[in-house]
């Protein structure tokens, strides 16, 4: 093939390519002009419905008036079924572990010696500490005789003041030497007691993390023990129900773990301050676990609160969220709806205790609250009770 018909070939593929990409460009344009349009419809067509709405065009709602009743509170929380009391048990001085007497599982009681340590150099120092304790307290005995002497003997005459003055400063000296042996001789005497590690309170032994021969450092956990004859949950009480629980309450508890078992518990402590942010109150239940329950499996805490009476009540699902706030939707005289903030505090699924923002004079929107804006005018329709349009 020559020169020429390649520079044809050449110069065809150029023009299609070209014909190819302003085809291309056409297409998006006109696809463009398309949604733009679309877009603009649209914007248009939902202001003229936001001015139909604004100028008063009827809107079809259900409307009610806020009640008082008796709310009795019926809570639900999920927690889990802790030992009463539990601790680590640890080492108080250092020493390899020479005798291990318990195992997992184990019942002990308080001051139970759970396991020893090796004896030999604590001994030592202990019986170093007692010849010390001795050899300071022959030295005041002595200088408590020489100082009698001596007193005896200026009393006559004999020596000087300074010289009584000499020996009632070593008498002196005997008596802080003699305490310091003293304290001395209690720590070595706490620290050879402390080579038998004993149980601090009655419970089980739910762990025991080392074996014998183990040489155990000052502050390391050796046992773990737990009081299971009484068990607790924490739940947290959100602020608009805490009002309906007291201590003493009575609570049902729920084991899934347990297929379900229930239990009955009661209300032992409610902190005196909120978890924040939450705005929630650390609540406590405990059960006295005769069935020889385990502890750490999840809970399920039902309560009935203390009966409150006479509030004001509306139903649920009249409230409006908007930017985080809890509101609804009031009526005027003109039927001209305007939001207000509410303060509440039990709920249910029948009913939200009303603390501040409402009357029961104040006519409020039911159902059909995304129909509404700020302004809207409503017209009560006549053959039907509670609703408008």
């Avoid at 004079?361 to 329709?381: A, C, F, H, W, Y």
Wanted: glycine share 8%; net charge negative; charged share 25%.
């Amino acid at each position: 093939m020559d020169n020429n018909n390649v520079k044809n070939i050449d110069t065809k593929n150029l023009e299609a390519a070209k014909r190819r990409k302003r085809t291309a460009i056409v297409v998006l344009a006109v696809l463009a002009v398309i949604v733009v349009f679309r877009i603009v419809t649209n914007v248009i067509r939902e202001n003229a419905r936001a001015e139909r709405i604004a100028a008063g065009s009827d809107v079809s709602v259900s409307v009610g008036y806020p009640s008082r009743r008796t709310i009795i509170p019926k809570m639900e929380f999920s927690g889990i079924l802790d030992p009463e009391w539990q601790a680590e048990v640890g080492s108080k001085v250092d020493g390899r572990l020479e005798k291990v007497f318990v195992r997992e599982g184990d019942t002990v009681t308080k001051g139970q010696v759970l396991a020893l340590l090796e004896q030999e150099d604590t001994s030592a120092d202990l019986l170093n500490a007692q010849g010390s304790f001795m050899d300071a307290e022959t030295n005041l005995r002595k200088a408590q005789s020489d100082l009698v002497r001596y007193q005896e003997l200026y009393d006559r005459g004999a020596v000087s003041e300074q010289t009584v003055d000499d020996y009632r400063f070593a008498r002196d000296n005997a008596i802080a030497k003699l305490e310091a042996a003293r304290g001395n001789l209690q720590g070595m005497e706490s620290k050879s007691a402390a080579t038998a590690v004993e149980a601090p309170a009655d419970g089980i032994i739910y762990k025991r993390y080392y074996q014998e021969g183990y040489y155990a450092k000052y502050g390391t956990s050796l046992f773990a023990i737990a009081d299971i004859s009484m068990l607790k949950t924490v739940i947290n009480v959100p602020e608009g129900q805490i009002a309906g629980i007291s201590v003493g309450n009575e609570a049902k508890v729920v084991l899934p773990a347990f297929t379900g078992r229930e239990i009955i518990g009661h209300v032992t402590r409610i902190s005196p301050v909120a978890d924040i942010p939450g705005h929630t109150f650390a609540t406590e239940v405990s059960v006295n676990n005769t069935e020889g329950l385990r502890a750490g499996v999840f809970a399920t805490v039902y309560m009935t609160g203390n009966p409150i009476e006479n509030v004001l009540t509306i139903p649920p699902y009249a409230i409006v969220m908007r930017d985080d706030q809890q509101t609804v939707y009031v009526v005027n005289d003109e039927g001209v709806v305007t939001r207000r903030v509410l303060t509440t505090g039990y709920f249910d699924e029948n009913a939200v205790q009303i603390l501040n923002g409402l009357s029961e004079n104040d006519q409020i929107v039911t159902s059909g609250q995304n129909k509404l804006r700020e302004g809207t005018k409503i017209v009560q329709e006549k053959d039907k009770i509670g609703s408008i349009k």
